[in-house]
């Protein structure tokens, strides 16, 4: 996909979990987000979250064990942060270079906006790291957030949701220890699920029984759950997996009816990472967001319901954030993988950048976040 180097509109799509950047182009020219936005003419940048495409790691000896060490806390205080602040890097160095007037205007620090569209597990991650980042009075970069289905509140959701929250935080501290990633680790059974979805394709009947299946797995969600395993990243190659820790912590806000960060399982470590025996809800410092937030809901959504999504958008309204609440008739996948012009036309009339909200002041001295080593 080519940039827009010139641009100072900038967008940053980010995927939900067992998802890949490749879900924001799977569509093609005509029905992707990312080349929607790429025609409005913004600068695009596809973010992907750690456990996915190849998995590679800086460090080459680290064992499996380590890698799949984290939790949703990495996704909102490392990993964005980190894809954040290198297009910041990028964005500064090119704009310079093509705005020869750039030194003599006063948003020369930053002179450009950027807007995130995030989906799932990537809107939690994304309000994680606004929060975090303000709690931690460092710059987060963002003009606007517009999340679709986003994670966080899970409470009300079907039963086979809850039986299998009840059973895994029951054998979490066997679990954790001895399967740190759902993924599939060898090549040959890569191919293997490869195999299996084109035949799904091919045989229509045997595909509809398995999407039947699996839409009833998921408390009826209607997704196209069979073509998703089509996608390019489910290949022999490369194929996307997730953290266990970020499957506890799921369950952990479930169980808790909050939006919180990793419950590291006892008051003392809890203390050592937040500076309180509890880890740190996040819902109770949405007033800390400073740029309008737009929430969109699926209809049809039996993953991540409408109900949950209006939880976030109460309590944005009521913290006195700038936020927008819309619904749709979609399922959890829809909103990337299916093309629905009408979705892409509001998410690119949302995506509009404006002048981000006045800063104001924290001044919480009781909260303190520390990087896990």
């Known amino acids: 996909m080519q940039r827009r180097r010139e641009s100072r509109k900038v967008v940053y799509l980010q995927h939900g979990i067992m998802d890949s950047s490749m879900g924001w182009v799977c569509n093609g020219v005509v029905g ?10 913004y600068d695009v940048f596809l973010g992907n979250l750690r456990g996915l495409v190849s998995r590679e790691h800086v460090d080459k ?4 064990r380590q890698y799949w060490h984290y939790s949703i806390n990495e996704h909102g205080t490392e990993d964005i942060p980190a894809m954040l602040e290198k297009i910041h890097e990028v964005k500064v160095s090119e704009l310079k270079s093509t705005h020869p007037l750039l030194e003599e205007e006063s948003n020369r620090d930053q002179p450009y906006k950027l807007c995130a569209i995030c989906h799932s597990l990537g809107g939690a991650g994304i309000l994680m790291y606004i929060i975090t980042r303000r ?15 986003p994670a966080g509140f899970h409470d009300d959701s079907n039963l086979m949701f809850t039986v299998v929250e009840y059973i895994f935080l029951l054998l979490a501290p066997i679990l954790v220890p001895l399967v740190p990633g759902l993924y599939i680790p060898t090549r040959f059974f890569r191919m293997l699920l490869n195999k299996l979805a084109r ?14 299946l699996m839409s009833y797995v998921v408390g009826g969600d209607s997704s196209n759950w069979i073509g998703v395993i089509g996608l390019p990243h489910y290949n022999m190659n490369d ?5 266990l820790l970020v499957a506890l912590h799921l369950a952990q806000m479930k169980r808790a009816k909050k939006f919180q960060m990793f419950d590291y399982g006892s008051a003392a470590a809890n203390m050592e990472m937040y500076g309180s025996p509890e880890p740190l809800d996040l819902g109770e410092y949405y007033g800390l967001i400073d740029v309008p937030v737009d929430l969109v809901a699926g209809h049809k959504d039996k993953v991540i319901r409408p109900s949950m999504v209006r939880k976030h958008y109460k309590l944005m309204r009521d913290s006195g954030v700038e936020v927008s609440y819309n619904e749709f008739e979609y399922a959890h996948l829809d909103f990337t993988f299916s093309h629905h012009e009408e979705l892409l036309a509001y998410v690119m009339s949302r995506s509009r950048l404006v002048e ?9 001295n009781s909260v303190r976040l520390k990087k896990k080593e």
């Open 32 to 41: 992707s987000p990312a080349f929607a936005a790429f025609d409005q003419g």
């Open 199 to 212: 035949d799904f394709h091919n045989y229509p009947a045997v595909g509809g029984l398995v999407q039947t």
């Open 61 to 64: 000896s680290i064992s499996s």
């Open 135 to 149: 709690i931690e009075e460092k710059p987060h970069r963002l003009s606007r957030l517009i999340l679709l289905s």
């Open 239 to 243: 194929m996307p997996g997730v953290s």
């Open 356 to 364: 981000p909200a006045r800063r104001r002041p924290f001044r919480e």
